[in-house]
């Protein structure tokens, strides 16, 4: 009789190993399944959001840093496309020096062009050197859009289609323009620029930038 217990018991611990062995792999590859799927959401997810823009950048900001440096590129090259002289004048385009007479502060247009060279420095050598033409509002609207001002001006002035988007879309629906600083502010300025002359002399003289060492 203890014979038969013992036989059962020890079938009734087979069968239970029988079962638990059975029942992990399917548990594991549901949980497998559903970290995989998991992960897969998670990859999935834009790194970025479309403007590229950083959350510490305001919108007005990121704008007016674009059109700024459009519009001293441009300047700056000027007839010029070649890849190197493309290269050359944008590897200094965020020194403060080159945004001296915007509506924000150097400072503050210095982190606005940083963020846009983080996000479009490829897109921006490519676009300047395709550029087929020097007009710069029109590049300016090619590459950072046009803000909500700029739209009601030169309405009728573009098309739909011309309209529709540009490289950057940084001045999409952007209330404002870049404006000429206010005197208090133009004042910060001039002292920057003063400062800058004990900085930068030997630089600005030798690459015959002299001018900007005046007040």
Known sequence: KSKRILMRVSFLLLLLLVLAFAHTPFTSAKAHRKKSKHSKKKREAPAVSSSKRPVSISEGLYCHSCQAIVEQSVRRLYGKKAVYEVVDVLSDMCQF???????????????????????????????????????????????????????????????????????????????????????????????????????????????????????
């Not at 963020?115 to 050197?129: H, I, R, Y």
């Not at 000429?180 to 900085?199: A, F, G, T």
């Open 97 to 215: 020096e080159h945004f001296l007479n915007y509506r924000y502060p150097p400072t503050e247009m210095w982190k606005g062009c940083e963020a846009m060279f983080d996000g479009w420095s490829e897109e921006l050598e490519t676009f300047l050197v395709k550029r087929e033409s020097e007009d710069i509002p029109l590049l300016q609207k090619d590459f950072c859009d046009l803000t909500l001002e700029q739209l009601m001006e030169q309405e009728g002035q573009f098309s739909v289609d011309e309209k529709a988007g540009s490289v950057t879309r940084a001045c999409h629906g952007v209330d404002g323009r870049i404006d000429m600083p206010s005197d208090s502010q133009r004042s910060v300025n001039n002292k920057l620029r003063m400062d800058m002359r004990y900085v930068d002399k030997e630089e600005l003289e030798a690459e015959g930038r002299e001018e900007l060492l005046q007040s």
